[in-house]
């Protein structure tokens, strides 16, 4: 059963790092793009990083500069580099590829910002 798996969130303090990994297990013959996207609290999910398999990416304008997304194509993971953070980076944050076919999104995990 292919899912994906989400490591990384927790507490941080403003102006803080953290570093999100997504790892895609199961029997996978094909994975395209891979993303971030994140929800906070009475907001709808956005979109904040993807990926290609290439190596090309889009950013979110609120985390250009900030955010860097990334993936290992031999362990199937993408991970996410957030620096600077900002009380408004609060969310849960969800990962979403396009796997044999099927879109599959992680479970979350939430990244909480705040002194």
């Known amino acids: 059963q292919v899912q994906l798996v989400e490591s990384g969130g927790g507490l941080v303090q403003p102006g803080g790092s953290l570093r999100l990994s997504c790892a895609a297990s199961?029997?996978?013959?094909?994975?395209?793009?891979m993303g971030w996207y994140r929800q906070a609290p009475g907001k709808q999910r956005e979109l904040v990083a993807v990926?290609?398999?290439?190596?090309?990416?889009v950013y979110a304008d609120s985390v250009k500069g900030r955010f860097t997304i990334s993936r290992d194509n031999t362990k199937n993971t993408v991970y996410l580099q957030m620096n600077s953070l900002k009380p408004e980076d609060t969310a849960v944050y969800y990962c979403?590829?396009?796997?044999?076919?099927?879109?599959?999104w992680g479970q979350g995990t939430q990244v909480t910002v705040s002194s």
């Open positions: 979403k590829a396009p796997i044999n076919g099927y879109v599959y």
């Open positions: 990926i290609t398999s290439g190596g090309s990416t």
């Open positions: 199961g029997s996978i013959f094909s994975i395209n793009h």
